[in-house]
C-alpha cells in the first residue's frame, strides 16, 4: 500500500520562508516524481488546485509552475527519498493546503496523495 | 500561461449521465492526450478517475468515462448517484513539462 507522508501545519509571517517536506513508502516504483499541489482554503471549486512543481527523488530532476518561478526551491535527500519544498518571500496568496502526490513517471497522473500540510501566513 | 476551462457546475438527477467539459484556451497543452480527472469529497484529497483521456484506474466504476474532441476533453458520469456529488477537476501535461489544472466543476445530485 502506497503511502505519502506529509510534515505538518505550519504558520509564518508575511516575507518568511517556509519548508514542508514528503516522502512515498510501501511502493516499487523504480522511477517516479513527487507533485506538490496547493488548494486555497475556502469553498470549492472556487478555491481550485494549482499545480506548484515536482521533483524525482532519485535523479533531482525538478519541474517548477510558472507562476512561483524564482520563489520556489525543490530538493531531496536520496538516501531517504524524502523531498522538500521551500516557499521564499510568503504572502497571504500562499495560504494554502499544499499537498503531496506520488506520479510513477510515465504516467502522467497522480496515483496517491498525502493529507496535505496547512500553510498559513498571517501577520 | 497554459489554462482549461470547465464549467462551475453541472447538475443531473440520480440515474442521469452528466457531461463535464475541460477547455484548453492555449497551445501549451501541446496534443492534449495527457488528460486525467480528479474527483475530490469536502475534506479528502482528490482521486484520479480517468486518466490519459480515456482510460480507468482500477477500481474505478466504469460509469465514468473520458473522451476529447481538439482541445475539449470531456468527463462522463453515467447512472448518476448521490455519491458522485463532488468536485471534478482536469488536469493536463504541457509543452514544458509542467502541469496544469482546470478550473473546477461542482457535480450536484438533484
Known amino acids: 500500500q502506497v503511502q505519502v507522508l506529509q510534515s505538518g501545519a505550519e504558520v509564518k509571517k508575511p516575507g518568511a520562508s517556509v519548508k514542508v517536506s514528503c516522502k512515498a513508502s510501501?511502493?516499487?516504483?523504480?522511477?517516479?516524481?513527487l507533485h506538490w499541489v496547493r488548494q486555497a482554503p475556502g469553498q470549492a471549486p472556487g478555491q481550485g488546485l494549482e499545480w506548484v512543481g515536482a521533483i524525482n527523488p532519485n535523479t533531482g530532476t525538478t519541474r517548477i509552475a510558472q507562476s512561483l518561478q524564482g520563489r520556489l526551491s525543490l530538493t531531496r535527500d536520496a538516501s531517504t527519498g524524502t523531498v522538500y519544498m521551500e516557499i521564499f518571500s510568503l504572502t497571504s496568496a500562499d495560504t494554502a493546503l499544499y499537498s503531496c502526490?506520488?506520479?510513477?513517471?510515465?504516467?502522467?497522473?497522480?496515483?496517491?496523495w498525502g493529507q496535505g500540510a496547512l500553510v498559513t501566513v498571517s501577520s | 500561461q497554459s489554462a482549461l476551462t470547465q464549467p462551475a457546475s453541472v447538475s443531473g438527477s440520480p440515474g442521469q449521465s452528466i457531461t463535464i467539459s475541460c477547455t484548453a484556451t492555449s497551445s501549451d497543452v501541446g496534443t492534449f492526450n495527457h488528460v486525467s480527472w480528479y474527483q475530490q469529497h469536502p475534506g479528502q484529497a482528490p482521486k484520479v478517475v480517468i486518466y490519459?483521456?480515456?482510460y480507468r484506474p482500477s477500481g474505478v466504476s466504469d460509469r465514468f468515462s473520458g473522451s476529447k474532441s481538439g482541445y475539449t476533453a470531456s468527463l462522463t458520469i453515467s447512472g448518476l448517484q448521490a455519491d458522485d456529488e463532488a468536485d471534478y477537476y482536469c488536469?493536463?501535461?504541457?509543452?514544458?513539462?509542467?502541469?496544469?489544472f482546470g478550473t473546477g466543476t461542482m457535480v450536484t445530485v438533484l
Open positions: 502526490a506520488v506520479e510513477p513517471s510515465g504516467t502522467y497522473y497522480l496515483h496517491q
Open positions: 488536469k493536463s501535461y504541457t509543452v514544458a513539462k509542467n502541469y496544469v
Open positions: 490519459d483521456v480515456t
Open positions: 510501501g511502493h516499487t516504483f523504480v522511477n517516479y516524481f
